[in-house]
């Protein structure tokens, strides 16, 4: 993204400030903390003709039935300075493939967390959207059971980025302990065949979370702005236009999106038992369709290796372009609607195994098959393989995770 | 049966170090206040569930460099092997929610600390604590 950071920007240089004028006494600790994380990974899968993608907001160098060495591998590092009690700056930088085989860093945190009192916390500065159970740690893959988030659940909205405000409100509730985040501010995103803005968004999470197990809800509404810069997109657009049809136009791309999201998840750790469920919901009026997601995770830990299985899905709730047209276009609209449609379902069976202290091994199998009428996660590498349903696929992943 | 006794307490002593059982005391400096901390808010402090104690106090955890005492306080206090501990507490790091125990490079360090600066808690065995600090709860 070409988009200058200003917050990020300023709140880095306010944390070198005070790495520079924090230098406490030898015998007291230090007050700033660098840590960090990271993914090697590769995935491949069997058919020639379909890339497969971890994300709607990267390319992927390899297709097919080539080891992707782009998919999960990621490096991202976090700074920390304390510089009272009640204030401090945290800065989090990534890098993992964007699109247009991008990997310059992108700042992912930039805040000032100020402590008001015990229970209540307000952060400035650019945050994570708190859009899904794991969004606030979707790339530290060392923290989480299996190889990736699921796809179906976490690309219904790739907005991570949120430059705002936002407060938490910790209580304890028997020997459970409550948390209520609200938030508002903005997000800016490029993805693969479109760019996109959330203005205005206002959200509520609410969690809790106790000894071995958590559960949370949250929903949000904002303002969308989402163009599209694909061929077929443009090509629809003038069909519209030398039919004079400028509402349909307008419904395609554009400045007036609303949209709602709801996601709400559970994780329980019993007995070696670990199981991670979510259900997430994405309801847009234009531009891009409505659909719903969930999946189930449940593994089990036999010393240091973690066999875990996975069932997800997506399904499409309303097309992103549902307004009548005349007929002549019904076939390429028909086709429009499908390539925005991006609902599939996933078993996969994998394995983590805690090699060594801050380093875990993970291996996945999965087999994915893309709903009627969707080009699911896939870009079809060919005109014939676009016209095409799409047939089952099956993606191999290995991977490395670590933290630092 | 003196002997059988006499027997299995050498074992037991012999044992104990290898075993890495010795006890293990959360301590903080007698600068602090006139603190209290329950075992139930110990695992909340460390596993990043609050940041204060009981009685609201702000305070700041200090961490062993990895090890054998390390992972027997977390085994211990919360119930979690190495891995696990590094899994959960990774999550609440680069999540934002808290901020790791300070890790100290070495038990000296640690112990300097923890004698020195005012609401700072952390572990040691319970052989390593020296004066300037206060024991505040015991993990036998």
Known sequence: MKRPHPWPARLAALLAASLCCAAAAANEPPRFALSGFGTVGVARSDKDDYR????????????????????DTVLGLQGTGQLNDQFDLTVQAISRQAVGYNYTPHVTWAYLNYRASPALTFRVGRTTTPFFMFSDSLNVNYATPWLRPPVEVYSLNPFSDLDGIDMLYRIPVGAMDLEVQGLFGNSTLKARSASGRLSNATGIRVGLAGSGFSAQAGYTRTDLELHWDDGLYQFLNNQFGLLGQTGAQAELSGKRGHARFFSAGLQWEKNNWITVAEYARRTVDRYINSAHAWYLTV?????????YAMYSQQRQDTAAFAHDTAPALAPLVDFYNTTRNTAQQTTALGLRWDVARNIAIKGQVERINVAPHSRGMFTPESAAAAFKPVPPIHVLSLSVDFVF | MQRTLFRFLTLAALLAPLDGRAELVLVTSQRSGPVELSREQAEKLYLGRSTTLADGTPVKLVDLPNGNTRDDFYLKLTNKNPAQIVAYRSRLVFNGRTTPPLEAASIAEARQWLADTPNLIGYLERTDVTGGMRVLLRLP
């Open chain 1, 299 to 307: 593994g089990h830990r036999f010393g240091n290796l973690t066999p």
């Open chain 1, 52 to 71: 497969f993608h971890s994300s709607s907001t990267q390319d992927s160098v390899s297709p097919g039935q080539n080891f992707d060495a782009t998919a």
